[in-house]
């Protein structure tokens, strides 16, 4: 019951601060789980389900860390953390639609939270990088017949996860709709070069 | 009595509508957040004609603003318009059922088969996807947030804090709005 409730505590206090998105969500809850001392068996794989899985991936992040920690009940406790705090948040906005985004402080601070936001991003893929092993910092433990590009005989990147990043950057840049596709192909490709 | 029956059924069905609208966007919606907005749009715009493209575009303006997924977000603003707080509340738990049923599949598929090494190199795939997915976001967000150097600096700043310096991601959004607003009054004067 102690893991429910702060499970739901720490998917509230995420869904009230996730600012740009879904992305933005994923170096909050390493953060977050970091200080807590919830037991995450999966992390890494359970990013990997929430955004291979369609919608939402902040919701599908808690449902499956909540899944990964208590189970199916830890999904349920992960879910409504998330999802409630939003439907409350976007009635209220719904309520004053026009009024809050027309306000000038509003439209200023999002001049400046809009750029730190797409930092913010960035930084989930250097921290997603690091936890998956693909950048190498303390070499603690490698990917499995990973090739790793190595400096002053330490291991430093790993030069297939570096080819598939490449290969899915590139296929979106020349057709961004095929979301479901290059994950297929990352997976294919996985699969064929690991 | 009878217009008002007939009303009735109309606006239930409207809602009803609604709800299966949403639960369509949210199973079809892979990628999230500004992924979905084509599909949103073909869908709120083109066919039901519940928005006009310029009102679909202070939507999602909007639901940029608030904490949480933009596809979400949106889906409630849509369904607030049409059918008030119960439409708000349709819209958005019709968009993340499906998906959520879909997560919960594969944590119980993983837990069963996630030790075996065809599945591990997949996720060994899958993974390096995702970041490259993850950039792709932040290109699409910086080509239409970031204009000039300022913007430049301030998301390469924090880059740098959260990753160098370890400040607190929480602590950089706000202060990212905060910096927002104190340059604005600079040079508005």
């Not at chain 1, 992960?78 to 639609?97: D, K, Q, S, T």
């Not at chain 2, 369509?24 to 749009?41: D, M, R």
């Not at chain 2, 439409?87 to 049923?101: D, H, S, T, W």
Request: glycine share 10%; net charge positive; hydrophobic share 55%.
């Amino acid at each position: 019951m102690d893991n429910l409730i702060r499970l739901f505590m720490i998917c509230a206090k995420l869904s009230c601060f996730s600012f740009g998105g879904g992305y933005v969500m994923i170096p909050l809850m390493l953060g977050e789980l970091q200080n807590s001392n919830l037991y995450v068996a999966n992390i890494t794989n359970v990013i990997a389900i929430a955004g291979f899985s369609p919608g939402p991936v902040a919701v599908n992040a808690a449902v499956g860390l909540g899944y990964d920690v208590a189970s199916f009940l830890g999904s349920m406790a992960a879910f409504l953390g998330m999802f409630l705090p939003n439907i409350v948040l976007v009635i209220i906005a719904a309520l004053f639609f026009n009024k809050i985004y027309r306000y000038r402080y509003v439209q200023a601070a999002f001049s400046g939270l809009r750029p730190v936001v797409t930092g913010i991003i960035l930084y989930a893929a250097i921290s997603l990088s690091i936890q998956n092993r693909i950048v190498d910092l303390d070499g603690l433990s490698t990917i499995t017949n990973g090739l790793y590009f190595s400096l002053f005989s330490h291991p430093v990147l790993e030069i297939k996860s570096l080819l598939i990043v490449i290969m899915t950057f590139s296929l979106l840049m020349y057709n961004k709709k095929n979301m479901m596709l290059v994950l297929v192909l990352g997976g294919v490709s996985g699969i064929l070069i690991f | 009595m009878q217009a008002e029956n007939r009303t009735f059924s109309a606006k239930s069905k409207r809602l009803v509508c609604l709800f299966w609208t949403f639960l369509k966007i949210g199973a079809l919606g892979f990628g999230g957040g500004f992924s979905v907005v084509p599909l949103i749009e073909r869908e709120v715009v083109d066919e039901k004609r519940w928005l006009k493209k310029e009102e679909l575009i202070d939507v999602l303006a909007v639901s940029q603003c608030l904490p949480g997924g933009v596809a979400v977000n949106s889906a409630g603003f849509v369904g607030y318009a049409i059918g008030g707080i119960k439409g708000a509340l349709l819209a958005m738990v019709g968009n993340v059922i499906i998906p959520c049923v879909v997560v919960l599949s594969l944590m119980f598929f993983f837990s069963l088969y996630g030790s075996m090494p065809l599945i591990q190199h997949l996720f060994y795939g899958v993974r390096p996807a995702i970041i490259g997915l993850i950039l792709f976001a932040a290109y699409n967000m910086g080509k239409s947030s970031i204009h000039g150097i300022r913007d430049g600096l301030l998301c390469f700043g924090a880059v740098a804090c959260v990753l160098f310096l370890h400040f607190n991601v929480i602590v950089v959004i706000l202060s990212g709005a905060l910096i927002g607003i104190i340059l604005n009054q600079f040079t508005v004067k």
